[in-house]
């Protein structure tokens, strides 16, 4: 089982060298992440965005952007889109969000025409590497699904058990997130972590356990889960988070970089290409982990063929 970004790397040596299309890549942490992936054989890339900008931006951190093309497109917009179409014309395998806003970025993922989208529920996922559990954990969503109903987090639990099967994590365990661990009708995270608990009893779920409503404590903890008498095979040792709604899952995951100083990796999982989607804050560790992941998954997805967003109703 995989439980560090640094396994990742090792892993995808001998992977083909993927082409990554960063959409506004103006950013130094962006610039500096994507040229280390080119010094570590990891990934090449082109950055669509402000010409200026980049080369301004390389030369005051000191980076070297040799054998890394630059498309001059000034407004970040119309960069994506240009950006995006470098990956829906094979010319790049891989989508990564530089320096733009995640909803103008996402939009360009969606477009019928230029984007990536498939039949399947889009998701996003941080996978954050959590040394002090010794393992990988996976949230969802924290940056794409505001609101999603009982229907769509039964998908993106489908697809987030698929991930985590990409990373080793044979029979990923799954917490269904809510502010308590009981079923409290006044709370509806808790009534909808009951109910996909029964879809996974009725084995409507392939390849995962899921389990719920849990908090966070229990859910991660072992000893807070014993502590509160809670059972079950999810119980404090989840693999996969699935929070109630965005708000929830962008704090949680960014509580866990800014607070605690950890490393994680966005990704967005069930488009035609693996997509990279950080925050704009993030450090350059993250988002060169984030590259990682995504070649990881780029390679093992069409080795191990597996089947994403299939949910028995």
Request: negative net charge; proline residues 3%.
């Given at each position: 089982?995989?439980?560090?970004f640094d ?18 890549g ?31 931006t390389?030369?005051e951190?000191g980076?070297n ?13 119309k960069?994506?889109?240009r ?15 530089g320096?733009?806003?995640s ?9 019928k ?30 940056a794409?699904?505001?609101?999603p ?7 993106i639990?489908?697809?987030?058990i ?7 994590v ?9 502010a308590?661990e ?19 009893d ?23 889960a ?65 590259i990682?992941?995504a ?19």
């Open positions: 089982m995989i439980t560090q396994q990742v790397k090792q892993k995808i040596r001998d992977y083909p060298v993927q082409r990554i299309a960063v959409a506004s103006t950013d130094v942490a962006t610039l500096e992440a994507v040229c280390q992936a080119r010094d570590q054989n990891i990934a090449e890339s082109v950055l669509v965005g402000d010409g200026a900008t980049i080369q301004a390389a030369e951190a980076l952007l040799d054998n890394i093309e630059v498309i001059d497109v000034s407004d970040p917009v960069a994506a889109y950006a995006v179409e470098e990956v829906s014309a094979g010319r790049a395998g891989i989508y990564m969000k320096y733009i806003h909803d103008d970025f996402l939009r360009t993922v969606l477009d025409e230029r984007g990536l989208r498939t039949e399947n529920i889009l998701n996003h996922v941080f996978i954050l590497e959590a040394r002090m559990l010794g393992r990988l954990v996976f949230i969802t969503d924290g794409m699904n505001i609101e109903d009982l229907e769509a987090k039964a998908r639990i489908s697809n987030t698929a991930l985590a099967r990409i990373f080793d044979e029979r990923p365990l799954v917490a269904v997130l809510s308590i009981v079923v409290n009708p006044k709370i509806p995270s808790s009534l909808e972590g009951a109910i996909l608990a029964k879809m996974s009725r084995g409507q779920f392939h390849g995962g356990v899921v389990d719920g409503p849990f908090a966070l404590d229990n859910a991660i903890n072992p000893d807070a014993r502590y509160k008498k809670i059972g079950g095979e999810v119980a404090g040792k989840a693999d996969v988070i699935v929070v109630p709604n965005i708000t929830t899952g962008n704090a949680l995951a960014k509580s866990f970089a800014h607070i605690s100083g950890g490393v994680s990796a966005g990704l967005v999982f069930g488009a035609r290409v693996p997509v990279v989607l950080p925050s704009r804050a993030d450090t350059q560790e993250c988002k060169l982990a984030g990682a992941c070649v990881y998954v780029a390679g093992a997805n069409a080795e191990k063929r597996v089947k994403i967003g299939k949910v028995h109703f």
